[in-house]
Structures are given as structure tokens and as C-alpha cells.
């Protein structure tokens, strides 16, 4: 069971715009920036989003981050099929004094 | 440009130990946190710890999963960090990526390892 809540998939056709979102509490997401990372199949996961909407160079502006109280977002825009793979929010627990995941969210472009 | 590459994965008993290494190149390895994180066969991503920069006296902080049975530490004559892993537990299969932080003000994982694969069975 993870602390912060993703949906376990989503998907959409190619030139639409997917929203995958990141639910948590005050002790993390609401009082920390997230972070999202794009993961496909045996490889390393890939720093997609920092500071809750910054994109590190590479990353095309077709990604974005959002945050709104305990809840963060990613959208893709103008989806293409090398967008398919895995995504994980991060972000920092004050509670737990550690880092926490969402249990990653499947995208499926059709 | 950033370079993490970790080995020393393998099979290990249950109860056993194995420790992982993680060679870090093309940054001052000094000033940056560096993190563990760890991800069982089909499963999410998981938080294993981290230690913190020289101006943090490279402290550390666990997941409650593995305090008190993993050590994070640091070789800086080789550049490089350490994962010592105690009590293995079948829970404990995963990979484990070696990751940097994205800046010095910024100490969420930016650049992460190839991982190494540790495997806890009898």
C-alpha cells in the first residue's frame, strides 16, 4: 500500500492528452514539491518533472506538472506511442522523515 | 556527465548479508545526497534511504522497511557509495539503483544507476 495513490493505468490514442494523477496528505505532497519519473520495461526510471512543474533539459514540453492542495498531476500532451511506459510521483514525507512513491501508473497509448 | 553504476547484486540466503556498491563519476561527489531506492520484480519503486552532502555531515535517514538492518555509506578515495544490507529478508529482492540528487539545492533522485539485482532465497 503505498502513501501517495496513483490509478494503476491509463491510456489514450495517439495526439490526445493523458492526466495521471498523485493523491497524498498534508505530511507529504501538500507541503512538498513532487517529483514524476517515466519508466519503461528493464530500464532505469527517468526524471520527467522536479519541483512539482519544472522539466530538467530533454524533456519536451509536452510533459507538465501540476500540484493543487494534496494532489498532484501529470499531463501529456499530444500523445505519441513512445510515451507507453510506467510513471511514478515522488515526493518527501514529513512524517515518515522519508522519501515516498506512488505505486506508478501504466499509460497505454493505443 | 553524471555516472552511477552499482554492482555487487547477487543471490544471498535468507539471514545472509551482501553489500552494494555504487561508482559514482563526473560530479563532486562530496556534494551531493545520494539515495538508494529499490524496485521487487513487477513491482513500483521503493525508497531504501539516502545519506546527505558534506554540508550535512553526510547523515542518513531510512525507510522504516530497512532501519536498522542497511547501512548507507560513502568511500570518497574511490568515489564511491555503499549500500550494506543485514538480515535479508525474501521482502528484500529487488533491484537497487544507486541515484544523485538533480542539483545541490534540489535532493530528490535526478540521475539514477542501471541497478544491480539482489535475490533473498533459500
Known amino acids: 500500500q503505498s502513501v501517495l495513490t496513483q490509478p494503476p493505468s491509463a491510456s489514450g490514442t495517439p495526439g490526445q492528452r493523458a492526466t495521471i494523477s498523485c493523491s497524498g496528505s498534508n505530511s507529504n505532497i501538500g507541503n512538498n514539491n513532487v517529483y514524476w519519473y517515466q519508466q519503461f520495461p528493464g530500464t532505469a526510471p527517468r526524471l520527467l518533472i522536479y519541483?512539482?512543474?519544472e522539466r530538467p533539459s530533454g524533456v519536451p514540453d509536452r510533459f507538465s506538472g501540476s500540484k493543487s492542495g494534496t494532489s498532484a498531476s501529470l499531463a501529456i500532451s499530444g500523445l505519441r506511442s513512445e510515451d507507453d511506459a510506467d510513471y511514478y510521483c515522488?515526493?518527501?514525507?514529513?512524517?515518515?522523515?522519508?522519501?515516498?512513491f506512488g505505486g506508478g501508473t501504466k499509460l497505454t497509448v493505443l | 556527465e553524471v555516472h552511477l553504476v552499482e554492482s555487487g547484486g547477487g543471490l544471498v540466503r535468507p539471514g545472509g548479508s551482501l553489500s552494494l556498491s555504487c561508482a559514482a563519476s563526473g560530479f563532486t561527489f562530496s556534494d551531493h545526497y545520494m539515495d538508494w531506492v529499490r524496485q521487487a520484480p513487477g513491482k513500483g519503486l521503493e525508497w531504501v534511504g539516502r545519506?546527505?552532502?558534506?554540508?550535512?555531515?553526510?547523515?542518513?535517514d531510512y525507510a522504516a522497511s530497512v532501519k536498522g538492518r542497511f547501512t548507507i555509506s560513502r568511500d570518497f578515495s574511490r568515489n564511491s557509495l555503499f549500500l550494506h544490507m543485514n538480515s535479508l529478508e525474501a521482502e528484500d529482492t529487488a533491484i537497487y539503483y544507486c541515484?544523485?540528487?538533480?542539483?545541490?539545492?534540489?535532493?530528490?533522485?535526478?540521475?539514477w544507476g542501471q541497478g544491480t539485482l539482489v535475490t533473498v532465497s533459500s
Open positions: 541515484t544523485r540528487d538533480i542539483d545541490a539545492g534540489t535532493h530528490a533522485p535526478g540521475f
Open positions: 515522488a515526493t518527501w514525507d514529513n512524517n515518515l522523515s522519508g522519501r515516498v
Open positions: 519541483r512539482t512543474t
Open positions: 545519506t546527505r552532502d558534506k554540508a550535512n555531515s553526510y547523515t542518513t
